[in-house]
């Protein structure tokens, strides 16, 4: 599924451990989001109409589109992800209906294929300009951030032109949504006009002339069309993305989207060489493959020419910035330990138990359950990483590594890919909690993670969906695949 406000909003809060007492520091900070809430609300019903209508247009010929524009809008649809969020897993492409749970209650995708009835058949372009740019429907009604119009508001005209081409020129399906579940107040479009004044900053995308226009083009599908900061940027409580921690890290879809900027946890810094060859094939030899909703991301970017992923890496590099010198040396040991073929401690073949490992319960487990894959004797991506480069281990939080090892990686349909056995029904929640103490202490430098046993259980429980794909990231996976035969504790 591709970026929204809401989708990553609520798996955060699936994320923030339960059962903590009433402190009055948060119970006053609960009373400020209340009285904003109420200015957002007064805001929305004095400050601003209701947006007029546009006038329906009688059903769209198909024909009268170009075909180079309709295949430009498949190439720009692929980035932007729309497929995802408007298809139900198994059901006709675009024709909406996906419930996206939010924070706030659930909204369900709309349906835009050209049907007139329950589609946008009757939308003009106009229509369709205003609906990307500002966040408002054919009919005047505002729509929910859960569709990420905040990032899209930067697409230029002629990009939405050749969109709006593509869709038209889609299968009409009938299918009318399901209604939102949304409770009062949340259920008035109207304060979604209080949240626009906010949080939406209008486009269409502004280049920075100080900046090559490489850096341009790329900031302009990374920020727009791509809405990386979607995941990648936390969100504040009224679902809006923290631009004063741009890129600083979010959550989709039940994992961690990490730091891209300055904070990134990588091991061996991101650079534009190796950033452009993981959005192209969705993994690199110094960070490992790209997992659920960004396998999905770096699939769909397949699509874009090699050009325009070189200005996606480009602009990221540029936002994550040279890394300082403390990272800079780490980064050159480690290569040259791992890729040069000295053998340190670290390179030597994980196999290889080491002092004080005997006392650490989960060493066991590693060594029978791991090391054969991730000792480095098989190149990436069908081998499995070193774990002294992997984000993953050296995260804040411990979720992908939870997920990776109690789902694992599916193969994708008819092609090599890398695949990792699950083992949700081989180790329990305790044994899964000292595999992961073992391998923090051994290949990472940062503190220990704490309450795994419980992240574990709860992962394991369904009580928030972990999206789980194969590599090409197009088909969903089985909805938490293996989530039974957890310890007893999943059952709290
Ligand atoms: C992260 C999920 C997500 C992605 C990605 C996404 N959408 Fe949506 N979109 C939604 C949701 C949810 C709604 C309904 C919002 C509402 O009801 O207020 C919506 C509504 C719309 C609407 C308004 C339709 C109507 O009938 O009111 C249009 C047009 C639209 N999306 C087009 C697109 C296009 C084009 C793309 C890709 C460039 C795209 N969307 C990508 C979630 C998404
Ligand atoms: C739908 C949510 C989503 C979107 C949109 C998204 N990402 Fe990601 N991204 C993630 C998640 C989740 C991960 C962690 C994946 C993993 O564990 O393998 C990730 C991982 C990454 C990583 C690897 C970081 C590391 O240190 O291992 C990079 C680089 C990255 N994303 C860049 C981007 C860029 C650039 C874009 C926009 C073109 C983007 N992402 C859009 C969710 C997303
Ligand atoms: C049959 C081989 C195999 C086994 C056994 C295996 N893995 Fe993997 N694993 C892989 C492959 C292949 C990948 C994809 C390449 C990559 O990113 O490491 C992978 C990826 C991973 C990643 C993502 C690495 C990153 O940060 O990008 C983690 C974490 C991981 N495995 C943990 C484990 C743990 C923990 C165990 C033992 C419980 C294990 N694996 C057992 C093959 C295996």
């Not at 989709?252 to 190796?274: F, L, M, R, V």
Request: glycine share 10%; aromatic share 8%.
């Amino acid at each position: 599924m591709g970026g929204g406000t809401a989708i990553r909003a609520s798996a955060g809060s699936a994320l923030i451990p339960k059962g903590e007492e009433v402190d009055p520091v948060r119970f006053i900070r609960f009373l400020a989001v209340v009285l904003i809430l109420i200015l957002i609300v007064a805001a929305g019903l004095f400050a601003i109409a209701w947006r007029g209508e546009i006038e329906p247009v009688a059903a769209v010929d198909p024909s009268s589109f170009n075909e180079d524009l309709v295949a430009q809008g498949a190439q720009l649809a692929a980035v932007g992800n729309c497929i995802a969020c408007h298809t139900v897993p198994g059901q006709p492409a675009f024709a909406g209906g996906l419930a996206i749970p939010t924070p706030f209650g659930t909204i369900y995708s709309t349906n835009i294929t050209p049907d007139p009835e329950s589609g946008i058949g009757h939308w003009s372009e106009e229509a369709f300009q205003r609906a990307m740019r500002e966040g408002v429907d054919r009919q005047g009604r505002y729509l929910y951030p859960a569709f990420p119009y905040d990032h899209f508001t930067l697409i230029t005209d002629e990009d939405n032109r050749a969109l709006y081409a593509f869709l038209m020129t889609r299968e009409p399906v009938r299918s009318p949504p399901p209604q939102n579940d949304l409770p009062f107040p949340f259920n008035m479009r109207m304060i979604l006009a209080g949240w626009n004044l906010l949080f939406l900053d209008k486009g269409p995308f502004q280049p920075d002339t100080a900046q090559s226009e490489e850096w341009n083009r790329g900031a302009y599908l990374a920020e727009g069309l791509g809405h990386c900061g979607a995941c990648h940027t936390p969100r504040n409580r009224f679902g809006a993305v923290d631009s004063d921690r741009h890129f600083g890290g979010g959550e989709a879809e039940g994992w961690q989207a990490y730091a891209i900027n300055a904070t990134s946890p990588a091991p061996i810094p991101w650079d534009a060489d190796s950033l452009a060859f993981y959005l192209r094939h969705g993994w690199h030899e110094w960070h490992g493959v790209s997992r659920g909703p960004m396998a999905e991301v770096t699939g769909n970017l397949g699509l874009l020419p090699d050009r325009d992923i070189a200005a996606i890496a480009t602009y990221v590099a540029s936002v994550m910035g040279e890394p300082d010198q403390t990272r800079r040396e780490r980064a050159e040991q480690l290569k040259a330990e791992i890729f040069q073929g000295q053998t340190a401690v670290q390179a030597a073949p994980a196999t290889d138990t080491q002092a004080g490992d005997a006392q650490h319960p989960g060493a066991a487990i590693y060594a029978s359950a791991c090391a054969g894959c991730h000792n480095g004797s098989k190149p990436l991506p069908f081998g499995g990483l070193r774990f002294s480069l992997s984000t993953a281990v050296n995260a804040p939080n411990p979720q992908n590594i939870v997920n990776v090892v109690l789902f694992g990686l599916p193969p994708s349909d008819g092609e090599a890919s890398a695949v990792m056995p699950a083992f949700a029904n081989v180790l329990d929640d305790h044994q899964m909690a000292d595999l992961l103490a073992y391998m923090r202490e051994r290949y990472s430098e940062a503190p220990a993670w704490e309450d795994v046993a419980d992240l574990v259980a709860r992962t394991r429980s369904g009580q928030y969906k972990v999206a789980v794909r194969p590599a090409d990231g197009i088909e969903r996976g089985p909805e938490n695949v293996g989530a039974s035969g957890g310890a007893e504790d999943a059952e709290d």
